[in-house]
């Protein structure tokens, strides 16, 4: 397993930089997500702005629900996708000295380049120097950001000196409309081109330039302005060539002074509140921006800001790596993101893989959030309430009752699940039936109650989140259908998180049945919708089941499903799902021995005309991923509801025997697998943290986080450090906890938000843990260890015991 720490990944790790050293076209494309920049509206890749997209460069700007949708044909077929748009590129300005060509890392000498990202600060710093034709040297510093305290603003600066020669400098600032959508490899055969109507203009006197254009169908306009000005006399000239806004400005320099050129941008889309229309917005607001020094001010603040309400302390190596997430997740999904309608983007808004799409993977987001920014986890989960109408049709048009949440949702709510996928290793365009992996409704409605917990928000729950659990758990008892022979519930033809198998060996139908995760839940979830009706003031419970005609019949039948959906078992170990245990083995070692990496295995098996779907052999985590989702005790209660006993040797069977045959073809799953294990309390637990902290900084599914980060797997890794090691859960008003502490991240700090008190500390070490309540007019809160509770007040800090064997004087303070 690798060592997220390993110099080969990160060339300089300290408490808050991230730096790199020379120049690596070969690793451009990774370096550019991990130092993309962003504030939860828009984010833009790390990209150098002296370069054009090409094969090592590819400077993405995204914002926020951006989507537009373009037919392709694939094989003959057409086929409709719609992406997150890659917006015009405002990054753009490139320089030549005296009569030379425009400089570049690939076509120049570059005599010593560093890039740091100060994550402290949310800046990107890069100092480089350039030799041009002549053999005069240049040296070039840069700083941008985006900026997080006014969302529609960045800012470039750029500085200029001449190292023992004096003379001009062209500087050509731009803003480019004729990007497109060629960030993926394997999606370069699709259709591309989604801004339209690019049109550009600018004034000379004031150093301004504009560019407005929309997308092709949604019609989104899009209005960029950029304000480009310099410290010393310059000449310039405004100009414009196709799709792209220009100005030209010719620079003075002389040998070893420092000339500044500072580019303000302001960005907006139609899709904005309190703006008339996007290109005024964005003039205005360029035109009305500080200088460069200021908005790096208040940029910082808003960034020291986000920071206390979100540090986590860790102070083994894992620490950097961990900061490095947080501020990934928080430039994706920030504060701002409370004002948008807009879900969790699976790769961040750092790059185009899944097109931007949101999957189920706001599973491993939500729950870090709703204890630091709950607002955000309310905006994300309204994104999903706002498309619950277009999920009941989709059930309604398929045939089932209640709300079918697409597996990927984009703009409007309907399945955007591709229908073809390309398997790179054969060529092939394959039928994709990832798209039956309903349990996405069981992940949406999972995140409804654990939010409503955390943050108490019962108005929440009484309103959107009872609509959609009630929508959900309607689902999932229509599409159970009782079985007289097994006396059971069965849901038949569904996907499990284990994306290899989409069908049984041979058949021509996709679809498994009784998926135990997917029923699992699916009982978990029409617990919780009978728990919240029963929980609702009499008006509301009237109006609400009036509203969705919801008949006493139909609550009998969702008691009766919650207790009786199958639960498929084999050789002792609790099924995968039914008929598991009559697939082939593989030949694990011999996969591994001909193909070294096999975490794509489903490929691996379609180029030899096998498939997948024949062997023992998953993707990720499926059955585990309910140790993830559950307590100890909660997963025990809910099987002895299905009237099985989970005991402990049950599941470590089954969590050997999974763990055997997973290929760890996805991120989240050595996440899943860390946290299951840490709770198994095995020694293997850190070997797969360690694969999950070095995920993207190692780019370990071998060259996908440069199309993106990979989202739920980094804010995976936070709350393992807040609620998987420290057994953290906010159940019935209860701060629960059950630390399982592992050797190597066993010193811990962090602070959390929850029930109105902000800044709780919680801080791990040496086998206690000690937490401390701020000073407010709430009211106490109750923290359980091992099942006893003891009451916090606030101002006061309390240290408690951590260690099983020290159940004797486990919810004793042992100082106060
Ligand atoms: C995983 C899914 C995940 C998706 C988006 C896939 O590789 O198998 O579980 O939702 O990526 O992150």
Aim: overall charge negative; some cysteine.
């Amino acid at each position: 397993m690798p060592d997220p720490t390993d110099s080969a990944y990160v060339p300089s790790l300290s408490g808050w930089t991230w730096e790199y050293g020379a120049y690596d076209p070969a690793q451009e494309r990774l370096r550019e997500s991990l130092c993309t920049l962003g504030n939860g509206y828009f984010a833009t890749r790390g990209a150098a702005p002296e370069c054009a997209a090409d094969t090592v460069h590819y400077p993405g700007t995204y914002a926020a629900g951006c989507y537009n949708r373009l037919t392709s044909e694939v094989s003959g077929h057409a086929i409709e996708n719609e992406d997150v748009v890659n917006l015009p590129n405002w990054l753009p300005l490139r320089f030549r000295t005296g009569a030379g060509t425009w400089l570049s890392p690939d076509t120049h000498k570059v005599l010593d380049h560093h890039q740091s990202l100060d994550l402290r600060s949310g800046t990107l710093a890069r100092s480089l120097r350039y030799e041009d034709e002549d053999g005069r040297r240049l040296a070039v510093r840069q700083l941008r950001l985006v900026h997080m305290g006014d969302p529609h603003l960045a800012l470039l600066r750029t500085e200029f000196t001449a190292e023992g020669w004096s003379g001009h400098l062209d500087v050509e600032s731009a803003l480019d409309g004729t990007v497109t959508n060629t960030g993926v490899e394997r999606y370069r055969r699709l259709a591309s081109r989604h801004l339209t109507h690019a049109h550009t203009g600018g004034s000379a006197e004031s150093g301004t330039m504009w560019l407005r254009c929309r997308t092709t169908t949604s019609d989104i306009r899009v209005g960029l302005a950029a304000r480009t000005t310099a410290d010393t006399a310059v000449e310039t000239a405004p100009g414009r060539d196709d799709g792209r806004a220009l100005q030209r400005m010719r620079v003075a320099l002389t040998n070893g002074q420092v000339v500044t050129v500072d580019k303000v941008v302001a960005l907006h889309t139609s899709r904005d509140p309190a703006i008339s229309d996007p290109l005024h917005a964005a003039v205005d607001r360029v035109r009305r921006a500080p200088r460069a020094a200021v908005l790096l001010d208040s940029h910082r603040t808003a960034w020291r800001q986000l920071w206390r309400n979100a540090d986590l302390d860790v102070p083994t190596s894992a620490g950097p790596v961990l900061r490095l997430h947080l501020f990934h997740v928080l430039q994706t999904l920030s504060p701002h993101t409370a004002d948008l309608d807009v879900g969790v983007p699976a790769r961040g808004l750092h790059g185009e893989a899944y097109r931007g799409h949101v999957f189920w993977d706001e599973l491993f987001v939500l729950p870090y959030l709703n204890l630091h920014f709950p607002e955000v986890s309310r905006a994300l989960l309204t994104y999903r309430y706002r498309r619950l109408e277009p999920a009941c049709s989709a059930a309604r048009d398929a045939g089932h009752a209640g709300a079918m949440y697409p597996w990927q949702s984009g703009s409007d709510g309907r399945e955007e699940t591709q229908e073809l996928h390309l398997n790179p290793r054969s060529g092939h365009w394959l039928p994709d039936h990832s798209r039956l992996q309903h349990h996405v409704g069981s992940a949406v409605a999972y995140n409804v109650w654990r939010y409503c917990e955390a943050s108490g928000d019962t108005e929440f729950l009484h309103t959107k989140g009872a609509e959609m659990l009630v929508q959900i758990a309607r689902f999932w008892a229509g599409l159970a259908a009782y079985d007289e022979t097994l006396g059971r519930y069965r849901i038949r033809g569904v996907v499990g998180p284990d994306e290899y198998h989409e069908a049984y060996p041979g058949a021509s139908r996709a679809g498994l049945d009784d998926n135990t995760y997917t029923n699992v839940t699916a009982a978990w979830v029409l617990i919780r919708a009978l728990d919240v009706l029963r929980g609702l003031p009499d008006p509301r419970r009237r109006d609400l089941c009036e509203r969705l005609a919801l008949s006493p019949d139909e609550l009998v039948l969702w008691e009766d499903v919650s207790r009786k959906v199958h639960v498929p078992f084999h050789e002792k170990v609790i099924s995968q799902f039914a008929g598991y245990g009559e697939l082939a083995e593989l030949d694990w070692a011999a996969y591994r021995a001909r193909y070294g990496d096999i975490r794509r295995l489903d490929r691996i098996l379609e180029a030899e005309n096998d498939s997948v779907n024949n062997y023992k052999a998953s993707k990720q985590a499926d059955v585990l991923m309910l140790g993830y989702l559950f307590s100890p005790q909660e997963l025990r209660a809910l099987f002895r509801r299905l009237g099985h006993e989970l005991d402990d040797c049950l599941w470590q069977r089954t969590v050997d025997y999974y763990l055997a045959r997973t290929s760890h073809g996805s991120t989240l799953s050595s996440l899943v697998h860390g946290w299951v294990l840490a709770r198994a309390r095995r020694s293997e637990a850190w070997a797969y943290v360690q694969e999950a902290l070095a995920g993207d900084i190692a780019d370990l599914q071998g060259g996908t986080t440069g199309e993106g980060i990979h989202l739920g797997a980094m804010a995976g890794t936070l709350d393992l450090v807040q609620r998987g090691l420290t057994g953290l859960e906010t159940r019935d008003g209860v701060l629960r906890l059950d630390p399982v502490p592992l050797p190597e991240l066993s010193e811990y700090g962090f602070a959390v938000r929850y029930r109105g008190h902000w800044a709780i500390r919680l801080r791990l070490s040496a086998g206690k843990l000690r937490i401390t309540v701020p000073a407010s007019d709430h009211g106490p809160i109750d923290v359980a260890i091992f099942d006893r509770v003891v009451s916090v007040q606030p101002g006061e800090s309390r240290t408690l015991g951590v260690s099983h064997q020290e159940d004797a004087v486990w919810g004793q303070p042992l100082t106060e």
